[in-house]
């Protein structure tokens, strides 16, 4: 089975400190994406990687950054947290991309992240 | 501009009935469509996947339909049991970019 491994469960950080989200998948998987996700608005795509070192913004990338120096880790860091960051951050991770064969997504279990 | 809709954010049904869930998109051209299921606190697992040019796809209790032309899928649970509460999730797949997903629908099962 694909396992998908989010560092931290719960996490409670100060405003403006800077926040590291870690996330490794163990499928050899090409494309690793950054989800967060809040009541009543669904899940927000904040970044994906298509390739070591390559990235791809979503949805919602303010404020967010990524890092991929390995296939199988990336990054989510907050340069600077703020309280509307407060959220349920999910990493995952694919075989293909778009429209190609192996495009399911094998998620993590999340990051809460709580900026106080 | 390209919206996925979800019927409702919330269904309540009696055990053994059929839910019925509703996934609908306006200016996507999917070629496939995904179904996920979100137990609370946890991440997002797949269901199915069906094709553009597949109209049905079942897998035990679950049955998806995908109707390009109406822009719908639909997604069957039978003979619900309290264990199928959840919220479920569809997504798309277009070219060159990650899963867009819906909002999602949770699911309560009574017994």
């Known amino acids: 089975d694909v396992k998908v491994t989010q560092s931290s469960r719960y996490l409670v950080k100060r405003t403006g400190e800077k926040v590291f989200l870690e996330c490794v998948q163990d499928m050899d998987h090409e494309n690793m994406f950054w989800y967060r996700q809040d009541p009543g608005l669904g899940l927000r795509l904040i970044y994906f990687s298509y390739d070591v070192k390559m990235k791809e913004k979503g949805d919602i990338p303010e404020g967010y950054s990524v890092s991929r120096e390995k296939k199988e880790r990336f990054s989510l860091i907050l340069e600077s947290a703020s309280t509307n960051q407060t959220s349920m951050y999910l990493c995952?991770?694919?075989?293909?991309?778009?429209?190609?064969?192996?495009?399911?997504?094998?998620f993590g279990e999340g990051s809460w992240l709580t900026v106080v | 501009s390209q919206k996925i809709e979800q019927n409702s954010e919330a269904l309540n049904i009696q055990e053994g009935k059929t839910a019925t869930l509703t996934c609908n998109y306006t200016n996507y051209s999917p070629a496939y469509l995904q179904w996920y299921r979100q137990d609370p606190g946890r991440g997002p697992v797949f269901l199915l996947l069906?094709?553009?040019?597949?109209k049905e796809k079942r897998k035990e209790r679950l049955k998806v339909t995908f109707d390009t032309t109406l822009k719908q899928s639909l997604f069957h649970i039978t003979a619900s049991q309290p264990a199928d509460s959840a919220t479920y999730l569809c997504a798309l797949a277009q070219a060159g970019t990650a899963l867009i997903f819906g909002k999602g629908t949770t699911l309560s099962v009574s017994s």
């Open positions: 995952a991770s694919s075989l293909g991309l778009g429209t190609g064969t192996g495009n399911t997504i094998y």
């Open positions: 069906i094709r553009e040019n597949e």
